[in-house]
């Protein structure tokens, strides 16, 4: 397409279309409705179905059961609909059904401010549902990443089996920009492991390590297939059997867990003998950016480390990018939601400095360097 | 090659059927797969979806795909599983309980006309739980949660199916002879169907309330519901007329979307800010974007962000652009270069802007809107008398055009060129009229 001028919103769709996506429902929701709108100007050129659903229980119910049919899923919603989405996305899990979820965050809690952003839902994504399980969480700064990460979530999604979050924000999705989609380079795309084996009761959540990604049985396909979301065995059946309700519990983690190192995604601006890092992650690593070159114009060596996975979260990059430094400042649009997590690994000798703003203003670079204290 | 046919459509895996002794789920149960024995349908092309309660039990009895989901939400994954494969048979077998906490994806699902079949089975209480009343127990049905009587009025849910447009509407009672014929009528309908089976719950809601077989079928002939069939009013499906919907969309042009080539030059050393404020019904926004566009045709890179009420036709309107020859980092203005004021309603959007503005800011301001004193230069411009010939919507049009004239920001001639390939049909030509109109009148223009 070359040069265009676009918001993030219509960018996340033409990545989820370049990902093969064909089934999308959403319920309406400032600052995401325009998803849902895009979805369905393009999604019947492609063979596709995107449908409004009478409320985001629904919405999300219906992708799951169109990914279990075989189609490949998105809906997109902000913070309220994150809630009523809650108890699926534990399904999701649960039945390792891959499904892309789009939040594009508005100022919470609650209604919060509809046409305002804020990074509300850091934390909520990551404890969204009841058990703890881990999930995928990407996080987008500008519209190119947000093109190129839905695309990317629909691969991890496959890949792994599992619900993956896209945490937009109104600042993005409904902030047109100039963009030229053709110059971000995709990986191919990935498409969930069909091959069944031969036994004659095929089992919907077979492994033999407990990191195994279990083959998918498409309903409809040639073999019968189940899902619940009971507890189960591998056979997708209720079971009361602790041991086999630990295996799967494992497994569900040591799934996620054990490839943190493949889905972490960063961005590095490391400066040599940089005794302070900026970690940031979103909007905000773009304030960061214009702070970094305004420290730098002055003389003060900075580094900065923007995170673009947050779940699993990245702890390897994070640990390497403090290593050496005397102080970490951590600027986030929510009152400190992922500071925590850079505190838990840490070394102790580094000062931590976060920098929270909560107002539906993008923090301003000014506020990043003097708050903390990086002047 | 004919797959031999089968005598049933229950495994044996688990053995009988692990319901209380004289449930009605067991019957029910078995209906179905005599149902589905007449239908002889491929198991791997049947998917039954099962609700929360005791009759979510039961999808693990049958030898074809199956779904056991959240509570209340079975339909919903129904709907999904047909409209991706519209080719499959999908059944979704819910208690009463189902009915209560997923109402709207009942009602919905009954007004879509999705061809998934519901069968409802309605014992009249909550029995997995331990016997609370439902929305359709009884009045003064004696429940754990009503011991008094229940006070609240059920719902007649095949009625309300049937209102909210259900296109097989069916209610019938575990010991129906013809159960199993009416299942498969709810099958074979080509839309929505919905078959509501009256059953006992012998742990809780028969005990309680001393109900048996003769009892339950008393209490349905004095609870005023009809029985039997209730609407059989086929109606075009669902996912057939998203498809024909969808076919037709196939032939729309898709909207005026080009790469923006870099034609022009310009004269922006750095990142610059304009916030463009006026009323909405003004055009504001997408004059806002055809001038970012104009920039790009100039070789800038942009922004855009709106701020307006819900409403429409009323408010304020005020769009920030950002210009930059560099990438742009930081879309939020600070201090903004241009501000452009074209109503009241967008001054007093961005009044509190005012008192920041520096001596690098330069404001064109609608003739009358009286400013506070600021730092910034100040053109007082009368848009409106100016834009007469062409109208109120074109009037921000003709403040960018003197905007870009005076400030040398990038061509006109950009500007226009954007319109030509950008601006909605039918306000082109007026578009390139309020151009040529706001170059005319920045001539005359002079700082106050």
């Not at chain 1, 399904?91 to 305002?116: F, H, N």
């Not at chain 2, 179905?32 to 198991?43: C, E, F, G, T, Y």
């Not at chain 2, 074979?188 to 742990?203: K, P, Q, Y």
Request: aromatic share 6%; net charge neutral; proline share 5%.
């Amino acid at each position: 397409m070359g040069r265009e001028f676009i918001d993030g919103n219509r960018a996340i769709a033409r990545g989820a279309l370049r990902a093969k996506c064909d089934f999308f429902a959403s319920y309406p929701i400032t600052p995401a409705t325009t998803i849902l709108q895009e979805m369905q100007a393009s999604l019947p050129d492609n063979q596709g179905i995107a449908i409004q659903a009478e409320d985001e229980i629904a919405a999300i119910g219906f992708c799951i059961g169109a990914s279990m049919a075989g189609r490949k899923v998105m809906t997109a919603t902000s913070g309220p609909g994150m809630s009523l989405y809650s108890e699926n996305i534990g399904l999701a899990l649960m039945c390792e059904t891959p499904l892309v979820i789009v939040d594009v965050q508005r100022q919470g809690p609650a209604t919060g401010s509809a046409t305002k952003g804020a990074d509300s839902d850091i934390l909520f994504s990551r404890w969204i549902t009841s058990s703890g399980l881990p999930v995928i969480a990407l996080c987008p700064a500008t519209i190119e990443e947000a093109y190129e990460l839905t695309y990317h979530a629909f691969n991890l999604a496959e890949k792994f089996r599992a619900p993956v979050i896209v945490l937009s924000n109104k600042e993005i999705s409904m902030t047109r920009e100039t963009v030229d989609l053709d110059r971000v380079k995709l990986q191919p795309v990935i498409n969930r492991n069909r091959v069944l084996p031969d036994e004659a009761v095929f089992l919907p959540h077979a492994f033999t390590r407990p990191d195994e990604v279990p083959p998918f049985a498409d309903f409809g396909g040639d073999r019968v297939t189940r899902h619940t979301t009971s507890t189960h065995d591998q056979a997708a059946y209720l079971t009361s059997h602790p041991r086999i309700i630990q295996e799967m519990i494992d497994h569900y983690f040591a799934k996620i867990d054990s490839a943190a190192e493949e889905i972490a995604r960063v961005k590095t601006d490391f400066q040599q003998d940089a005794e302070t890092l900026i970690i940031s992650y979103g909007i905000t690593s773009r304030s960061v950016a214009v702070a970094v070159r305004e420290a730098r114009s002055r003389g003060i060596k900075l580094s900065s480390l923007v995170l673009q996975t947050l779940w699993p979260t990245p702890e390897k990059a994070i640990r390497s990018a403090m290593t050496g430094v005397k102080k970490v400042v951590v600027p986030e649009m929510n009152m400190g939601q992922y500071r925590r997590e850079i505190e838990r690994l840490s070394p102790p000798e580094v000062k931590l400095v976060g920098v929270a703003k909560m107002n539906t203003q993008l923090l301003t670079p000014q506020e990043i360097l003097e708050q903390g204290t990086v002047l | 090659m004919n797959a031999p046919r089968r005598g049933t459509y229950l495994n044996e895996r688990f053995g009988a059927l692990a319901f209380c002794p004289g449930c009605g789920h067991a019957q029910l149960v078995k209906a179905i797969d005599r149902a589905l024995v007449k239908l002889q349908p491929d198991p791997s092309k049947v998917v039954i979806v099962t609700d929360i309660g005791c009759i979510g039990l039961s999808d693990r009895y049958f030898i074809t795909s199956a779904f056991h989901g959240l509570h209340g939400r079975s339909i919903t994954y129904a709907c999904g599983i047909k409209l991706a494969r519209p080719e499959l048979r999908v059944i979704v077998l819910m208690g009463d309980g189902g009915c209560g906490i997923g109402a709207t994806h009942l009602l919905n699902v009954a007004r879509r006309n999705i061809a998934i079949t519901l069968i409802i089975a309605n014992n009249l209480n909550y029995g997995m739980t331990g016997g609370q009343h439902s929305v359709t127990t009884p009045f003064q049905g004696i429940t754990s949660s009503c011991p008094e009587g229940n006070i609240e009025t059920p719902i007649d849910l095949c009625a309300t199916v049937a209102a909210a447009g259900g296109s097989w509407v069916y209610r019938g009672t575990v010991f129906d002879r013809a159960l199993s014929d009416v299942i498969v009528g709810a099958i074979e309908h080509r839309g929505f169907s919905m078959l509501e089976v009256w059953e006992l719950c012998t742990a809780y809601y028969a005990p309680r309330n001393k109900l048996d077989k003769k009892g339950l079928l008393s209490l349905l002939d004095r609870s005023g519901f009809k029985t039997g069939m209730i609407a059989n009013a086929p109606r075009p499906e669902y996912s057939e007329q998203l498809r024909r919907i969808g076919r037709k969309k196939q032939t729309l042009l898709r909207n005026r979307e080009q790469p923006i080539k870099e034609i022009y030059d310009n004269t922006v050393g750095k990142q610059i800010g304009i916030v463009l404020a006026g009323s909405a019904g003004q055009k504001i926004r997408s004059a806002a974007t055809l001038f970012a566009q104009a920039s790009m045709l100039a070789g800038l890179n942009a922004t855009q962000k709106d701020d307006y009420p819900i409403t429409v036709q009323t408010g304020h309107s005020v769009s920030e652009i950002i210009l930059s020859p560099e990438r742009i980092d930081y879309t939020a203005i600070d201090s903004p270069d241009y501000v452009v004021l074209i109503s009241q309603d967008g001054f007093m959007a961005t009044m509190d802007r005012f008192r920041r503005l520096t001596e690098h800011c330069t404001i064109f301001a609608h003739h009358g809107i009286e400013l506070p004193q600021t730092n910034a230069r100040c053109y007082s411009i009368a848009f409106a008398a100016a834009s007469e010939p062409i109208g109120r919507n074109a009037i921000v049009i003709v403040a960018l055009a003197v905007l870009l004239q005076i400030s040398g920001l990038f061509p006109l001639e950009a500007f226009s060129d954007a319109i030509r390939r950008f601006s909605e049909k039918n306000a082109r030509e007026i578009n390139l009229h309020a151009v040529r109109i706001g170059k005319e009148l920045a001539k005359k223009t002079k700082k106050e």
